[in-house]
């Protein structure tokens, strides 16, 4: 039989999150029970959000532990099966979290069909894409022409809440943390302008790319880049808040914005949080939308690579630094 | 011919306003031109709102002056008219600030029709009812049984929208700045529960009288009590703002409250200014509602009165300080 390495948390960072914060452990393989299944983890996704949950302030997943395995979605082949509804060979996805080998209900993997490669399902075809269409389709609701702005543009997120609003026909700005980021988001992507939070002239390249300001904001970052955006803001705009990655490496969040509530009143803003679950039932409709873009060509998905399971707390450590170009995920298995 | 006696802001306020920062002055009673009508100031309105408008920072009324004199709503009689849409002796809600005789457009005066007592235009009828219907209403959504959540509470904006919330089958909270206003509007307006933000307990106090959470925050101050609603907030809820009292007193604003935007995604909440302007056109059938519940009863109309144009400087300044209850006016003619 063969052993399950994981990925475990060591301790609970207090200020930026280090690879030492982990630790590799071997344990035995376990063993599925009744309606369960046996996977064998051939991807797992990294991000942002991870270190949230690794905070011990109210977050959707719950309070985070040390001593367990970090947590994470999967794309996971079906090895052992004790329920009809899965056989062995299945790919799907799961929460598997950083580990070899993991066991789960059935009912709790989401078998994927038809992909070229599986691990995009923990990229466009997963949660992230599922979020960039949902959180600016139905909670920004752009209107072509509108001026659309989203932060952590080269992300997992934003890359594609840019180009599916550069597909409603709006004119698209993306933050991003660095000028390399900004040109591949214009030249590769078709933003209309990219401007890089860490320039000494952020405000003003800002307020020059936003022109007669932004009808929709969609938020991954919070912190600086929602203050900024804020003051430019156009009357009746709306900020979609999809996530506040400037504040999860941290154990100290700084206050929020100034103009909270104030410009809110002044300009009829709609500031409004959002999780995908919510949409769950929509996931269908909204992936053959997204392959049907990705087919066109209209929709080009980043993806950015880390090879097997020991190199994840480096990856993620890195992402937070603002590392990554578009859905970062681990090859665990070569499937 | 009679005088008309000015109230002019004589110097912008840095710190907390001062009745100093206004001076009465006496001119000549104006002529209306052609289409416009002259009108003898009945009584004007003194709100919070009044103090936004006099900070140098951005808000929908302009930037302020000084010289010129206080900007208000009125209610008057027209004493000459230059249109055939308006006749002397007619009642009208203007804008004609804190003096006792105005000229205006004719279009622009707004024919008070079938009130016992005009001033209520200026009140439940006015700005301040159709803000609390529009908002609490259009804004925070309320269902029966939510529990909502109103700052301000005894304000004059705020004990309508309190009760408006209970007609329509919620449960009640209210934030107001003494014991004796909490006590009032549990005993006099129907509220559930309500709790003075002075309290040195005002969190738990708060926490315990928000029951298993808010569902509609109607945010009259923004600051510390917006902070503990946010926390407080289930999810899904909603927070209309409204205006931000807290912060209008002062040219250095605090920072926004901590928990935004972390808290609005992991609640799904939707924050939303709004300005009571943008239902304009359904302005008619808010007040056939408001009178309604007026003559039924189930809605109370709270008016706190100074008399004599030169009490307003002290009327407004007293005003910030927690002064009224219910809508602030100030007679300056009797009619």
Same mark, same amino acid.
């Given at each position: 039989m063969p052993e399950n390495r994981q990925v475990v948390i060591a301790s609970l960072p207090t200020g930026a999150l280090a690879e030492s914060d982990f630790e590799l452990q071997t344990v035995g393989v376990p063993e599925p029970g009744p309606g369960q299944v046996l996977c064998r983890t051939l991807a797992v996704s990294v991000s942002a959000g991870s270190r949230a949950g690794l905070q011990g302030s109210a977050s959707y997943a719950g309070a985070p532990k040390t001593g367990i395995v970090m947590s994470s979605l999967a794309v996971a082949r079906v090895e052992r099966s004790n329920d009809p509804a899965l056989s062995p060979g299945d790919v799907v996805t799961c929460g598997a979290g950083w580990q070899d080998w993991s066991v789960h209900p059935a009912q709790q993997c989401f078998r994927v069909e038809? !992909? #070229?490669? @599986? #691990?995009r399902y923990l990229g466009v075809l997963g949660t992230n894409g599922l979020t960039a269409y949902f959180g600016l389709l139905e909670v920004g609701e752009p209107k072509p022409g509108d001026t659309v702005v989203v932060s952590a543009a080269a992300g997992s997120v934003g890359h594609l809440v840019g180009q599916i609003a550069r597909i409603q026909g709006c004119r698209v700005v993306g933050v991003a943390g660095s000028d390399e980021k900004c040109q591949r988001l214009v030249a590769e992507l078709g933003f209309d302008a990219a401007v890089s939070h860490? !320039? @000494?002239d952020f405000r003003q390249e800002f307020k020059a790319a936003c022109g007669d300001g932004i009808d929709v904001y969609f938020d991954n970052t919070g912190g600086d880049v929602l203050g900024a955006a804020l003051f430019r803001m156009r009357n009746g705009g709306r900020i979609a808040c999809c996530g506040v990655v400037s504040q999860y490496d941290t154990s100290k969040p700084a206050p929020g914005p100034r103009g909270v509530p104030g410009l809110l009143v002044n300009k009829r803003l709609r500031m409004q949080g959002f999780l995908v679950f919510d949409w769950a039932q929509r996931y269908g409709e909204a992936r053959a939308q997204l392959e049907s873009w990705l087919d066109s060509g209209e929709l080009v998905a980043w993806q950015d690579e880390f090879e097997g399971l020991e190199s994840a707390p480096r990856a993620l450590v890195d992402l937070l630094a603002g590392g990554n170009v578009g859905t970062r995920i681990v090859r665990v298995s070569p499937g």
């Open positions: 038809g !992909s #070229a490669d @599986p #691990a860490r !320039s @000494p």
